[in-house]
C-alpha cells in the first residue's frame, strides 16, 4: 500500500506560478515504476498532465509542455511539479498518481484556480 500526500495548489493570477509536492509512503522510492500527476476541471474527464519514471523518463502533456515541469527527489520519496505561467485552462483538481507493483495509487487531489 501506498499512501500519497499532495500539497501546494491555491489561487494564482494567469501568469503565475505554483509548484506541487506529492510525497509517497514508501521505503523504496524505486519500486514506483512511475509518478506523476493528472487534472480534472469541471465537467472534464481525468486527463495526464505529467509523469516521471524510475529511470528518470518524463511524458509531458503537450497542453502543458515548455510551461510545467515535474522532476522527482528519490531521497525524499517526493515528486514536484512546477507549473509556470498559469492559464485559466490550467484550473482543475490536481491528482497525484504512482504505480507500484501492478497496482495504481491517487492521492486526494488538490484545487489548482487560476484567475484571468
Known amino acids: 500500500q501506498v499512501q500519497l500526500v499532495e500539497s501546494g495548489g491555491g489561487l494564482v493570477q494567469a501568469g503565475g506560478s505554483l509548484r506541487l509536492s506529492c510525497a509517497a509512503s514508501v521505503d523504496n522510492m524505486f519500486s514506483i515504476l512511475h509518478m506523476g500527476w493528472y487534472r480534472q476541471a469541471p465537467g472534464k474527464q481525468r486527463e495526464l498532465v505529467a509523469r516521471?519514471?524510475?529511470?528518470?523518463?518524463?511524458n509531458v502533456a503537450d497542453s502543458v509542455k515548455g510551461r510545467f515541469t515535474i522532476s522527482r527527489d528519490n531521497a525524499k520519496n517526493t515528486v514536484y511539479l512546477q507549473m509556470n505561467n498559469l492559464k485559466p485552462d490550467d484550473t482543475a483538481v490536481y491528482y497525484c498518481n504512482a504505480y507500484r507493483l501492478t497496482a495504481i495509487y491517487w492521492g486526494q487531489g488538490t484545487q489548482v484556480t487560476v484567475s484571468s
Open positions: 516521471v519514471f524510475a529511470d528518470g523518463t518524463t
